[in-house]
């Protein structure tokens, strides 16, 4: 068994004793973080929105899709389209492929509404 391996084994088993409080308080941290950066996002493009061309990380995509009220990451991950990965752990989503995708989903929307 290689070194890696068993570095990946000692951290599967600390992942596993981290107590019920522990898995909370780090839950509020990313949240937390998430809108901080969501917050920024909001200032940035108040001068520069997005463009075609950019590539949105998640938090990004997220806002971009949700529009006043951000959609959760595991959302955008489950009804959008793949993003692109552009590293090891690093993904970004093109912004022509959200806007498609915000299209889409608005006209299949307007579609299930029926029409007075």
């Known amino acids: 068994m290689s070194a890696e391996d068993q ?3 000692r951290l599967r088993k600390e992942k596993r004793k981290r107590t019920k409080k522990q898995r909370k308080a ?3 941290r990313r949240c937390q973080t998430r809108l ?3 917050a920024e996002l909001r200032k940035i493009w108040a001068e520069t929105p997005p463009q075609p061309g950019d590539m949105l990380d998640e938090h990004a995509a997220c806002l971009l899709i949700g529009g006043t009220k951000p959609i959760d990451p595991s959302t955008l991950r489950r009804r959008y389209s793949r993003p ?3 590293g090891l ?3 970004r989503w093109p912004f022509e492929n959200l806007q498609a ?3 889409r989903m608005n006209s ?3 579609e299930a509404i029926p029409a007075e």
């Open 101 to 103: 995708d915000r299209e």
């Open 26 to 28: 780090e839950y509020k």
């Open 7 to 9: 570095e990946r084994r």
């Open 108 to 110: 299949t929307n307007s």
């Open 89 to 91: 752990q690093g993904v």
């Open 36 to 38: 901080k950066r969501i």
């Open 84 to 86: 692109i990965k552009i």
